[in-house]
């Protein structure tokens, strides 16, 4: 019965070791001592241990087997742990170096986002600026252009002027060149003086006239009572008024002469004085006149004539 009950006891003991070793076969040497001093107060308390000391023994010798196995995997263990430590510690270390790279990195990631932004704004601002100055370059262009559709018409008017001053300087100047001057002064003279000749011969006329009238009044007898009656007849009242009339369109025609004279002088003296004005004109716009105009001018100068002195040559500035 005790035999039982010691091999009951220690069935539940050896399976309380085998647990113990299945469930925590990697448990401290102290815990596994304190579960055999327990098996062995058990023992006591049911009876006397002898029958069961081999057994004993053989669990010791296999506890002790288990304490110097778990030893030895303690300290593979300790040394994994050690060397998990190590690595852990290592890691931790890694960790901390790839935060502070990681911080270093964002800070650089964010400094270049910072001077990318700048560059951007940069970039923005010129090309805004580039915007504006091909706005402004486009406006010069466009005012440059019409400065020079001005300056064209400016020049074109100018050209145009030219030619119609140069034309009427050449009109006036054939037209009323001097020796046609000359020779129509001439001829006004020449109406002048046989105009003169005209009045004098009808001043003369009218003399003997009134001295044949004189004679007739003054004489005697019926031949003088004869020529008074003839005196005072239609007939003699009619070549009285004949002679007037005669005198006073010769005095009208040699008034007429000397007005158109004096016209002509004035008219000549205007043209010399336009002339040089359109001489002085041509002069200060920096023009000549043409060689042809110019050759044309000297020859059909008169004696007292003074040909127009050479101006500068003819030069168009776009």
Known sequence: MAGRSLASTAEPAAGAMDRAEKDGGQDTSSQKIEDLMEMVKRLQKVGSPEPQVEVLINRINEVQQAKKKANEDLGEAQSICEALQKELDSLHGEKVRLKEILSKKQETLRILRLHCQEKESEAQRKHTMLQECKERISALNLQIEEQKEKQRQLRLAFEEQLEDLMGQHKDLWDFHRPERLAREICTLDSSKEELLKEEKLVEAKLEDVKQQLCSLCGAEGPSTLDEGLFLRSQEAAATVQLFQEEHRKAEELLAAAAQRHQQLQQKCQQLQQKRQRLKEELEKHG???????????????????VAPRPGRPVTWQS
């Open 287 to 305: 023009t000549q006149v043409p060689a042809q105009a110019q050759s044309t001018q000297e020859e059909e100068a008169g004696p007292g004539d």
